[in-house]
């Protein structure tokens, strides 16, 4: 079993940055592949970001250039750097751990308004 607990989540106006975290614990040896995902309102879950075990990264169109994903291994913890936020980036944003099976945080709400 894998846990995952994110942080990071709040308010901020468009054009600003948010840091997302989400610290990973148990089993983590069973892990390939970490990605962010998030959920608006009225829509299905969507990938933002993924990053394999050996750094490969994957971005959703709407967020290259803007968004950043790292992981830090030393901390077991899975990093999103959020820049140039637009309303558009308002929803429920996932932690997600792939590896035999997949696992999910809880969700953490970032919400870009004026």
């Known amino acids: 079993q894998v846990q995952l607990v994110e942080s990071g989540g709040g308010w901020v106006q468009p054009g600003g940055s948010l840091r997302l975290s989400c610290a990973a614990s148990g089993s983590i040896f069973s892990i390939n592949v970490m990605a962010w995902y998030r959920q608006a309102p009225g829509k299905q879950r969507e990938l933002v970001a993924s990053i394999t075990n050996n750094r490969r990264t994957n971005y959703a169109d709407s967020v290259k250039g803007r968004f950043t994903i790292s992981r830090d291994n030393a901390k077991n913890a899975l990093n999103l750097q959020m820049n140039s936020l637009k309303p558009d980036d308002t929803a429920v944003y996932y932690c997600?751990?792939?590896?035999?099976?997949?696992?999910w945080g809880q969700g953490t709400q970032v919400t870009v308004s004026s």
């Open positions: 997600n751990a792939a590896g035999t099976t997949s696992w």
